[in-house]
């Protein structure tokens, strides 16, 4: 799509007649220190949502608006928006999930957000604490898309809730979706983990580049039928989504265990290895 100015995507409009772009609408600015303020912030709270939307809104894409034309403007868009208004409505609802075959994507999802005890809704709040304001145009529905797909990585990728489970999780997005925000909290984040884990053997930079390298190489998960692939296996779904084991995480994760370290608590004290591990 050629490049437009921010008046002719005013003018732009869904079949049904939703603005793309809300004349009301703020335009973004880039502001890089308030980006690393929030990123301090998030390194000491690795749960602070709010931060993490506060990054992102910093550091605003250029081809932030032609990407969601491209896709809620398309025939795609336009089905997706009718079929799955609000992705939310349809996580949350694990009684209906879990009727799909045992091994499905849905079962999947439901097993990771209860044991984390998370929820899609639990998210759009945390969205909201970061004051942003809300209008109604496609930006909206594209923003609370990406969002609330979030958890939907965790568990097609295999990357856990750890620090490096998140970097990895959002340097993955950036290969579908990209932004400075990505760059910064994947890489940067990288980088402290490495630096609270002193001296370990696991391949950190090697698990978030590789991260990023399958982001790129899949089709991007917004543009998908969610409703469609939570009935579907979930290897397959994997499988079809170009979306392989996360080697270099998991190594990351082996080799932490062996040097007593919990990826959960990187600052925590290292503990003895235990003779297993040692002979392993």
Not at 178 to 207: C, D, E, R, W
């Amino acid at each position: 799509m050629t490049s437009k100015t921010r008046e002719e995507y005013m003018q732009m409009f869904a079949a049904d007649g939703t603005v793309l772009l809300h004349p009301d609408r703020p335009q973004a600015k880039y502001r890089p220190m308030r980006a690393v303020r929030n990123f301090r912030m998030l390194m000491k709270d690795k749960e602070d949502t709010a931060a993490v939307f506060r990054i992102f809104e910093s550091l605003p894409s250029k081809d932030f608006l032609p990407r969601i034309a491209g896709l809620a403007l398309s025939e795609q868009g336009e089905t997706l928006r009718q079929t799955e208004p609000r992705l939310p409505e349809i996580l949350d609802d694990h009684a209906e999930l879990r009727r799909t075959p045992k091994g499905s994507l849905a079962h999947a999802y439901c097993d990771f957000m209860e044991a984390e005890g998370l929820t899609a809704a639990g998210l759009v709040a945390e969205a909201e604490r970061s004051g942003r304001p809300r209008f109604p145009d496609l930006v909206e529905w594209y923003l609370n898309r990406s969002r609330d797909t979030h958890d939907l990585f965790h568990v097609l990728t295999g990357y856990g809730r750890d620090a490096l489970g998140e970097a990895s999780v959002l340097l993955f997005t950036h290969g579908q979706n990209p932004s400075q925000g990505h760059l910064l909290i994947g890489y940067a984040g990288a980088a402290n983990i490495k630096k609270m884990a002193k001296g370990t053997k696991a391949p950190v930079f090697g698990a978030v580049r590789e991260a990023h390298r399958i982001g790129k190489g899949a089709p991007p998960l917004i543009a998908q039928p969610i409703r469609e692939l939570l009935e579907r296996p979930l290897e397959d779904v994997r499988a079809a989504l170009r979306i392989p084991s996360p080697v270099n995480y998991r190594e990351c994760h082996r080799v932490w265990k062996a040097e007593g370290i919990d990826p959960y608590n990187l600052l925590a004290s290292r503990a003895p290895a235990e003779p297993e591990l040692l002979a392993a």
